[in-house]
């Protein structure tokens, strides 16, 4: 399915109406009570218009001229697709905070929901109601952890270690992390169902009232496509033969708030699968080889990407770089040469993550006629990325 465009100032979810609907309080309700279907989100999401946001005003981010990987039905059937996907079932949190308006959250009213709407009794007062999507992977193997124990007035998010060693931004932690599944969240606080009911219509047609709730579903993991493009590796026989499969990025937030959409402190290094694809005719016209994979985070620590005012990118990307100071991100991807020997090769891809907050396209361009052949296993090279390969003189300590 392709990622559709849209227009608008900035990276952009598409805006997402919650809608609830409260019928005549039933005679045998408990004064005061109000029955509500609530409609949360009606969840058209075409969320791959995610990546579809302006650098600055009119200019759109165009993801697709900077992919040179694809995305074919292989990748699909080992990857899954290369965008968000709809969910379809929904975690409904109700948070009644009695006459104070944005008050302090006591024990929440549970749901959890197939389709779009609840139905549920009200009391008169105030309300804050949060919902996320419900998790359901293919395997039962679920990566993401929702932690609601530890307080009722917000809800965590976070990822597991897996059993690779983690060797880069991750000095709390000896392995690297789960990418985390597909999470979006909606918040709406402070909703007042008063006895006036104020905001309310009443619907012939269903025999209730209808109050309307805007809101908006915003994504909490972000995608990123990485490739690395192998120039002159098919001169005179392959130079890289294979991969193994396996990648890290470095740097990416472990948590996220699932009430604010802001990440938590630590920085982890996340893990992702990368495949190798020869001969792809790349931007230029070039024959290639291309590694390519797909990894979901939480995006970078300290921040709500979705937040970020991409009307004014470059005081977004200045809020970036004061949050992401002490961080840095790369990529390392361990490659198989022709001489059977293997070496990890790492890529430092701070400046495109960053400059690509809400997910994008990583590219690393390698000039294999330079990239020395490793004699032992084992070993690890370092390259500064840039995008004109034939302008950079590569240095690597195998």
């Not at 993991?221 to 120039?231: E, F």
């Not at 198989?336 to 701070?350: A, E, H, L, P, R």
Request: net charge negative; proline share 4%.
């Amino acid at each position: 399915m392709m990622i559709n465009r849209i227009m608008a100032t900035c990276l952009v979810v598409s805006c997402l109406a919650t809608t609830s609907c409260e019928r005549e309080p039933m005679l045998h309700l408990h004064q005061g009570g109000k029955d509500i279907d609530m409609q949360i989100p009606a969840v058209d999401l075409n969320l791959k218009v995610v990546w579809n946001y302006l650098f600055k005003y009119d200019v759109e981010y165009d993801w697709q001229a900077e992919w040179t990987y694809g995305w074919d039905d292989t990748d699909i059937s080992m990857f899954g697709p290369i965008g968000y996907t709809e969910p379809h079932a929904f975690e409904v949190r109700r948070y009644f905070t009695g006459s104070t308006q944005y008050g302090t959250h006591r024990s929440p009213y549970k749901h959890t929901i197939s389709g779009n709407s609840i139905y549920a009794k009200y009391d008169f007062g105030f309300w804050d109601i949060l919902a996320w999507n419900y998790i359901d992977t293919p395997d039962g193997v679920q990566s993401v952890r929702i932690d609601e124990t530890s307080t009722y007035d917000y809800i965590t998010a976070y990822t597991g270690q897996t059993m690779n060693p983690s060797s880069y931004n991750a000095p709390h932690f000896t392995h690297s992390f789960y990418q985390p599944e597909e999470l979006f969240s909606s918040y709406e606080k402070g909703i007042d169902i008063n006895r006036n009911l104020d905001g309310f219509v009443f619907d012939e047609e269903r025999n209730c009232w209808v109050r309307t709730l805007e809101s908006q579903l915003q994504p909490l993991t972000y995608i990123y496509l990485v490739q690395v493009i192998l120039h002159h590796n098919n001169r005179n026989g392959r130079k890289v033969t294979s991969i193994d499969g396996n990648a890290n990025l470095s740097g990416m937030a472990r948590s996220v708030n699932v009430n604010t959409g802001i990440t938590g402190q630590d920085a982890i290094t996340v893990n992702f699968y990368m495949r190798m694809k020869r001969d792809i005719v790349d931007k230029k016209g070039e024959t290639v080889d291309v590694i390519g994979g797909k990894v979901l985070t939480f995006g970078m620590p300290k921040l709500n990407p979705y937040k970020l005012d991409t009307r004014s990118y470059l005081e977004s990307l200045k809020k970036v770089a004061e949050a992401d100071l002490n961080n840095r991100h790369y990529v390392d991807v361990k490659m198989q040469f022709y001489n059977g020997k293997d070496s990890t090769i790492v890529f430092d891809v701070t400046d495109q993550v960053r400059r690509l907050y809400r997910g994008g396209v990583i590219t690393v361009e390698l000039d294999m006629d330079k990239v020395p052949i490793p004699n032992q296993s084992g070993g690890s090279g370092f390259d500064a990325v840039v995008e004109d390969f034939e302008e950079k003189q590569w240095e690597f300590d195998m």
